[in-house]
Structure formats: structure tokens, C-alpha cells
T-cell receptor, first 115, second 113 residues
Framework: GAVVSQHPSRVICKSGTSVKIECRSL??????MFWYRQFPKQSLMLMAT?????????EQGVEKDKFLINHASLTLSTLTVTSAHPEDSSFYIC???????????FGPGTRLTVL | AQSVTQPDIHITVSEGASLELRCNYS??????LFWYVQSPGQGLQLLLK??????LVQGIKGFEAEFKRSQSSFNLRKPSVHWSDAAEYFC???????????FGSGTKLNVKP
């Protein structure tokens, strides 16, 4: 199957700083990428959907200015958590799909801890 | 509205015993259905998926699931559970263009020796 990577796997930052998380499709062209947030012992919550070269579509209740998503190429999408606060601490998971695929491929996730 | 319900938050089974994880969905059109497994601190791995055809689908690691349209269910089964199956399992539904996935709340599986 297709492989999706995320970097970093873990990040700890101070409150008020910004953190960038990368999501890469390693062996296919990801026309669409998704960003999810997962709270402890809960399900995945879709934050936004991004198509290559287009602005991301955010789910209701997700702050666009807080969670900046860029999908500049067919293999890379980034999520930037701006002015992070402790309540932004969570597990962030990306997924990707391409034109010839009928499923999403998930990255391993990034654990963000904001002190 | 689209939704996925996994009624069981936690399930504990003995190693070697059979397993069934329940999933019910609400979806306006023909659903595409998925089961994923997540180990602690990891991403999601696809176990199996159903799009059409035979309502009993086989997946990896010995798992299978049966689509029952009349019951709006897509339950996951395994005849004999292994200790390595302990993880969290998520059921999901998606539209035909896979532009959005709706996940259930998950079922955490514990396996007793």
C-alpha cells in the first residue's frame, strides 16, 4: 500500500510558539490530504481537507488562523499550529489519497505537547 | 446526517476466543465502509473495506466483516484472537469520492492471556 510519513513524531514546545508538522506521501501523488486531531481515548476529529494547490477546507469549529494548512505540492502538506497553547496539545494525524486510490492512507501521527 | 456508532467502548476477550466488534452507521447513500486498527501512539492501519459485491469481506490479520444493509451494520469478526490484536479499532464510513471519512468513537480491545 501507499506510504504516508509525518514529521516530527513528537514535539514539545512552549506556549505562544508556532509548530509546523509535515505530512508526506512517499510513493504516490496525494491529490487530497486530510488533517485529524485525536484527543486521548477518543476518535479522530477531521480538522480540514486540502487539495493540492487550493486553500484548505476547514471543518466547523476549527480556527483557520490557528491551524494553518498548506498543500503546496502533490507530496507534501503542512499543518502549522500558531501561537500554541496547552489546550492544543493533542495527537495530530494526517492522511492522503490520490486519484487512483479508493481509500485514505494514514500517517503515524504527531504528538504535540505545549507547555 | 452521517454517523458511525460503535456501541462498545471496551471489550475484553481471552486469547483464542472469538471476537465481534459492532459498528452501525447512518448514511444517506450507499456507504463505503472501513475498519481500521490503531496501536497506542500510532497511526491507523486499514484492516478491510467494503464497497460493493460480496457482503462478507476478508481483511488482513485474519479479520473479516459482514455488511448488513437491513441492519445498517458492518461488524468486525475474528475467529481466534491473538494477544497482538489488543488495540483500538475504528469503524468508518465514506462517500463514493472519499473526500471525507466519518469515524466511530472506537472500541478498545483487551486480550487476556
Amino acid at each position: 500500500g501507499a506510504v504516508v510519513s509525518q514529521h516530527p513524531s513528537r514535539v514539545i514546545c512552549k506556549s505562544g510558539t508556532s509548530v509546523k508538522i509535515e505530512c508526506r506521501s512517499l510513493d504516490f501523488q496525494a491529490t487530497t490530504m486530510f488533517w485529524y486531531r485525536q484527543f486521548p481515548k477518543q476518535s479522530l476529529m477531521l480538522m480540514a481537507t486540502s487539495n493540492e494547490g487550493s486553500k484548505a477546507t476547514y471543518e466547523q469549529g476549527v480556527e483557520k488562523d490557528k491551524f494553518l494548512i498548506n498543500h503546496a505540492s502533490l507530496t507534501l502538506s503542512t499543518l502549522t499550529v500558531t501561537s500554541a497553547h496547552p489546550e492544543d496539545s493533542s495527537f495530530y494525524i494526517c492522511s492522503a489519497t490520490g486519484q487512483s486510490y479508493n481509500e485514505q492512507f494514514f500517517g503515524p501521527g504527531t504528538r504535540l505537547t505545549v507547555l | 446526517a452521517q454517523s458511525v456508532t460503535q456501541p462498545d467502548i471496551h471489550i475484553t476477550v481471552s486469547e483464542g476466543a472469538s471476537l465481534e466488534l459492532r459498528c452501525n452507521y447512518s448514511y444517506g447513500a450507499t456507504p463505503y465502509l472501513f475498519w481500521y486498527v490503531q496501536s497506542p501512539g500510532q497511526g491507523l492501519q486499514l484492516l478491510l473495506k467494503y464497497f460493493s459485491g460480496d457482503t462478507l469481506v476478508q481483511g488482513i490479520k485474519g479479520f473479516e466483516a459482514e455488511f448488513k444493509r437491513s441492519q445498517s451494520s458492518f461488524n468486525l469478526r475474528k475467529p481466534s484472537v491473538h494477544w497482538s490484536d489488543a488495540a483500538e479499532y475504528f469503524c468508518a464510513v465514506a462517500p463514493y469520492n472519499f473526500n471525507k471519512f466519518y469515524f466511530g468513537s472506537g472500541t478498545k480491545l483487551n486480550v487476556k492471556p
